[in-house]
């Protein structure tokens, strides 16, 4: 396979590599968008191969920016017809609307070169709209310059692909899905879809305001977004309790990091695709991704992610999960139909569609229901923050008491009848409730407790109250996020310095005690060395001696005896 | 941590309740409340030391001394209301005539007030026979209680309330809790632990009589005015029955016990040594 080289190539250059900027798209959760794409495909930007390998399409042609990339890409795909490698600026592609698909789930950030005359966000998408045919479909991601992941982010160097900056002040830029809606309509490419994406999770307009759903969606963001961010950079503060925040005040699709829209005739995808969590999602990468450990495929979507971006966030997490106990089937719902790893209907194995079902059920593509509700650590916050402690016993009990003990808190969904539904696969029960701890600790909440504040000590406590004797020194260690957060370093450092003034207080307050003791034990030795010196006590000194020197004597005939 | 904890055998009952031996609890890590307060739970002559837990007995208390700066407190609930979970009440209790507890002072402290003035109140209210129960100080002073005997009382005292490791006494609550439930009524001439206890034990409580006060008594967080504010509906020769409960489980936090495994792992306290151990054993009245 040869590439074409278009012109305004970068002979120096890679996307897919991740390292001059943000990993290229490749999160699982676009694999069902791209299941029914059909006829004539471009594929524009830098996309993981693993992305590229769930298009059905006979002809596609892929279009990237690095002389490194395209090669790479001939390789990869040197054994699969109908594919044709363009190399070069976007403005160079032949404007002739050829495509029956056109493919930019990067975003138009990344589509002209250096090379390249400068050309507005919008005029880039007019370029690419002109190589689209008269009933194309479009499938196209835009960043939200004020998402989440920028909301959370520390300032950092500019990478190399930012010669020029996205700019939110740049007039021509939607800032947000109406505007893309309007600018797209007018452009006669109607939004069919479109859905806030999040690292493992596309969430559509319908999913995201069911209230009910707001316990599964934030568990699902929860277990996918923390990760989003390995390896580790600093950032302002834990997105995944900003994050629930988010869904919690219906701001998860104002906040998310990027939007896809889906626009043109044809499929209008589910209301939303999540990347599940355990085993079954790592089976369906393995069987996704055809290239081998360390190819470029393997690594572009585990690829770091760069600034901005939060697109590798639900791979790592599988593998994460996929380290803990194994799938136990925590309960009759959505934990299991995550984990079998196979998805009913003509689905992406490793991925889950939601839609309704004919009652109006949210539903798996398997058709087994959604949990409704909120999480048990939603609720049992809430608890804690009335100081319910009755209702904290009585939430914490029933997990511990049944299926679901092993799933942390955080993956568990609460139903309005109060039965509990695991949405990830179950580890140890001690180590959901040291996943609690750290939570409460971690997040700020350790006021909530007695001093030590301390995760084990925690955990025992929580044990207890479910009415389980825990020794601390049985508590198991747990894996955490090594991401350092501003925010939960200040929690941690205030935290600290409390616990040391509270301890000097007490060091004080024992220092005095022993004292007083110490004064007590000089009084009370003093009195008796007096009362030994009275006939009384010399009496009683010599009957003790007598009978010690009897016990002797017994003990030695005793021992005669014996021998 | 604090000697008060072994106050009125308190710590003995709670060791009971964890399976440990309640002739000897073990050092309790916190400062365990040990008596009704208006105030942050602590008694007043107690120092606050960061860090220290205090285990206390109502949510109430909880916010109050929350509002104070105290942020370490934990509700636990009253021993007392761990004592009758462990000794529940039953219908065949024979119940008969008031117990009656004047208003005492504490170690070192005296009670001012007209006694005198105070049996005739009772006997104007009370139409069955009387039981009076007075604070140790006042038992071992002869002439009083020959007064209240004069008066045709029966005169008891529950123990002592202990202090500083010495003189404590396991079984306070024991005879307190077993006199509760001999009586029909329970009564004082000011609101305080015995009356919510008794409300707890089943009885019908009454707070009326002249309240007396202790020589240079301070009204520490709004002292006897608050309380005949606040709890109003628990003045009076005759009250609400139902709500004295309620406000009883209320202020002894009732609702609120906590398993053995929590207490333990809050206390500080270790697992109880063999499984026999683990069952609630019985305890000495002493």
């Known amino acids: 396979m040869t590439v074409q080289l278009i012109g305004g190539e970068m002979s120096v250059w890679s996307d897919l590599d991740g390292t001059h900027g943000p990993a290229p798209a490749g999160d699982p959760s676009l694999l069902p968008l791209l299941k029914s794409i059909t006829g004539r495909t471009l594929v524009a930007g830098p996309h993981a191969p693993t992305l590229i390998d769930a298009i059905p399409a006979p002809e596609i042609t892929l279009l990237v920016r690095g002389v490194t990339d395209a090669e790479l890409l001939a390789a990869r795909f040197a054994s699969r017809p109908g594919v044709t490698i363009c190399c070069g600026s976007l403005e160079k592609l032949a404007t002739i609307p050829a495509y029956d698909t056109v493919v930019a789930l990067d975003g138009l950030d990344r589509l002209l070169t250096t090379e390249a005359a400068e050309l507005t966000w919008d005029e880039t998408l007019t370029r690419l709209l002109a190589a689209r045919s008269p009933r194309g479909r479009l499938l196209l991601r835009l960043e939200n310059l004020f998402g989440i992941h920028r909301l959370v982010a520390l300032p950092t160097a500019p990478t190399d692909t930012e010669w020029v900056t996205a700019d939110d002040r740049d007039p021509s830029r939607p800032l947000g899905p109406d505007a893309m809606r309007a600018r797209l309509a007018a452009a006669g490419v109607p939004v069919a879809r479109d859905y806030a994406a999040y690292p493992g999770a596309l969430l559509g307009g319908g999913v995201l305001s069911d209230p009910a759903l707001g316990g599964f969606l934030e568990a699902t963001l929860a277990r996918s977004v923390p990760e989003q961010s390995a390896p580790a950079q600093p950032q302002l503060t834990d997105p995944a309790r900003l994050v629930a925040g988010a869904v919690r005040h219906r701001l998860a699709d104002d906040l998310a990091p990027s939007w896809i829209f889906l626009a043109g005739p044809g499929s209008t995808g589910p209301e939303a695709s999540i990347a599940a969590a355990g085993p079954g999602s790592l089976g369906a990468r393995a069987s996704i991704g055809s290239a081998g450990p360390g190819s470029l495929g393997a690594r572009a979507s585990i690829g770091s992610a760069g600034p901005g971006s939060l697109g590798a966030g639900a791979s790592t997490a599988a593998s994460r999960s996929a380290g803990a106990e194994g799938p136990i089937a925590a309960s009759a719902s959505a934990a299991s139909a995550a984990s079998a790893g196979t998805a009913a209907g003509g689905g992406v194995a490793g991925v889950d569609e939601i839609h309704r079902d004919g009652g109006g059920r949210w539903v798996r593509g398997d058709g087994v229901p959604v949990p409704l509700g909120r999480t048990l650590e939603g609720l049992l916050l809430a608890a804690c923050q009335r100081r319910a402690l009755p209702d904290v016993r009585e939430l914490l009990g029933a997990w511990q008491a049944g299926p679901v003990a092993g799933v942390p808190a955080t993956q568990v969904v609460v139903d309005a009848e109060g039965n509990f539904h695991g949405v990830a696969s179950a580890g140890k029960p001690l180590e959901a409730l040291r996943h609690l701890a750290a939570s409460m600790i971690g997040g700020g909440y350790a006021h909530l407790w007695p001093s030590p504040a301390d995760e084990v000590q925690l955990t025992a406590l929580l044990a207890g109250m479910t009415g389980r004797e825990v020794d601390p020194s049985d508590v198991p260690a747990i894996t955490q996020s090594t991401v350092e957060s501003v925010r939960e370093l200040t929690i941690a450092r205030d935290r600290l310095t409390e616990e040391l003034a509270d301890a000097r207080a007490k060091h004080e307050f024992y220092e005095r005690q022993i004292a007083n003791r110490d004064h007590e034990l000089k009084r009370l030795r003093q009195m008796n060395a007096i009362l030994s010196a009275t006939t009384a006590g010399k009496a009683a000194n010599t009957l003790v001696d007598g009978l010690k020197a009897g016990r002797r004597a017994v003990r030695a005939v005793v021992r005669r005896t014996r021998d | ?286």
């Open chain 2, 1 to 286: 941590v604090h000697h008060a904890n072994h106050y009125y055998g308190h710590s003995h009952v709670l060791a009971r309740y964890c399976g440990l031996d309640d002739t000897d609890p073990p050092r309790l890590r916190g400062y365990l409340q040990h008596g009704w307060n208006i105030g942050d739970g602590l008694a007043p002559d107690h120092e606050y030391t960061p860090g220290v837990p205090s285990f206390l007995w109502s949510e109430r208390t909880r916010r109050r001394a929350w509002s104070l700066g105290h942020r370490q407190g934990y509700v636990v609930g009253a021993p007392f209301a761990y004592l009758l979970t462990m000794q529940p009440l039953s219908d065949s209790d024979q119940r008969e005539g008031t117990i009656w507890y004047p208003f005492h002072g504490w170690e070192g402290q005296h009670v001012v007030g007209d006694h005198d003035g105070l049996m005739a109140s009772m006997r104007d209210v009370e139409d069955g026979p009387v039981t009076v129960c007075l604070y140790w100080q006042e038992f071992r002073n002869a002439k009083l209680r020959q007064r209240y005997e004069d008066a045709g009382f029966r005169v008891i005292c529950h123990g002592y309330r202990g202090g500083w490791w010495k003189d404590l006494d396991p079984g306070f609550l024991y005879r307190q809790l077993a006199e509760l439930r001999k009586h029909r009524r329970v009564a004082s001439n000011r609101l305080c632990s015995a009356v919510f206890y008794g409300a707890l034990a089943g009885c019908e409580p009454a707070v009326y009589g002249d309240p007396m006060h202790l020589e240079n008594e301070k009204a520490a967080f709004g002292g006897q005015p608050r309380i005949l504010r606040e709890w109003a509906a628990l003045h009076g020769p005759y009250v609400n029955r139902d709500l004295a409960l309620e406000l009883a489980v209320d202020e002894l936090g009732a609702d609120r016990l906590l398993a053995p495994a929590e207490l333990r792992r809050l206390l500080g306290w270790p697992m109880p040594k063999r499984v026999d151990d683990a069952e609630l054993t019985g305890v000495l009245i002493r």
